[in-house]
């Protein structure tokens, strides 16, 4: 089975950094990983969009973290990184990895859809 696993959230103060990183894996499996981004949920909210990044590197952030923060991916690793800095209390979310891709073994051919499992980032004084 083909899942994503994140790390990197945590407690930081406003104006601080975070790298948060998401790897797609499968023991046994043949995937390939096309788009993969990441997405958040604060409080009460609903899941936004973040950023994300295509298999050549094109990328498309939300206008609230334009200029701060930055997606970039690993391909030959199937991983997606955020780099998130200046980071200011309205950041507080839970940070979801997503991808996309297709998958050849051992099941029939299918498409992925995969989200993480999820980390908490809490900007905070």
């Known amino acids: 089975q083909v899942q994503l696993v994140e790390s990197g959230g945590g407690l930081v103060q406003p104006g601080g950094s975070l790298r948060l990183s998401c790897a797609a894996s499968?023991?046994?499996?043949?995937?390939?990983?096309?788009?993969m981004g990441w997405y958040r949920q604060g409080p009460g909210k609903e899941r936004d969009l973040v950023a994300t990044?295509?298999?050549?590197?094109?990328?498309n952030y939300a206008d609230s973290v334009k200029g701060r923060f930055t997606i970039s991916r690993d391909n030959a690793k199937n991983t997606v990184f955020l780099q998130m800095n200046s980071l200011k209390p309205e950041d507080t979310a839970v940070y979801y990895c997503?991808?996309?891709?297709?998958?050849?073994?051992?099941?029939?051919?299918?498409?992925?859809?995969?989200w993480g499992q999820g980390t908490q980032v809490t900007v905070s004084s």
């Open positions: 990044i295509t298999r050549a590197y094109n990328t």
């Open positions: 997503n991808a996309d891709g297709d998958q050849y073994y051992p099941t029939t051919y299918r498409l992925l859809d995969l």
């Open positions: 499968g023991n046994g499996s043949i995937f390939s990983i096309n788009a």
